[in-house]
Nanobody, 123 residues
Framework: QVQLVESGGGLVQAGGSLRLSCAASGRTFSTYVMGWFRQAPGKEREFVAAISRGGGSTYYVDSEKGRFTISRDNAKNTVYLQMNSLKPEDTAVYYC????????????????WGQGTQVTVSS
């Protein structure tokens, strides 16, 4: 497994932007599909975005297409989530996760998780 540490969360006004980072340990980062999920209070964890091992393919939940961008730098063992035009409903704890499975949108497919970073969007 790979160890993951997220950073970059915080408080931002609606319409603002944040860039989340997730640093991974180990030498096998490039062998994992990486995903971002989020969990708002009282709600289930939901898929946000995923990126293929080499970064050539990206996947998004339909509601976030055009606002969020996932990317990765395998040389730095880091995956990013750029979030623009943030809305109060984006408020949640954001988690990065790693999987070697193909079902990138199912949280059950991921076996390594970070501790999460809080994103709060004020109206």
């Amino acid at each position: 497994q790979v160890q993951l540490v997220e950073s970059g969360g915080g408080l931002v006004q609606a319409g603002g932007s944040l860039r989340l980072s997730c640093a991974a340990s180990g030498r096998t980062f490039s062998t994992y599909v990486m995903g971002w999920f989020r969990q708002a209070p009282g709600k289930e964890r939901e898929f946000v975005a995923a990126i293929s091992r080499g970064g050539g393919s990206t996947y998004y939940v339909d509601s976030e297409k055009g606002r969020f961008t996932i990317s990765r730098d395998n040389a730095k063992n880091t995956v990013y989530l750029q979030m623009n035009s943030l809305k109060p409903e984006d408020t949640a704890v954001y988690y990065c996760a790693a999987t070697k499975a193909y079902d990138y949108s199912d949280s059950r497919a991921y076996n390594s998780w970070g501790q999460g970073t809080q994103v709060t969007v004020s109206s």
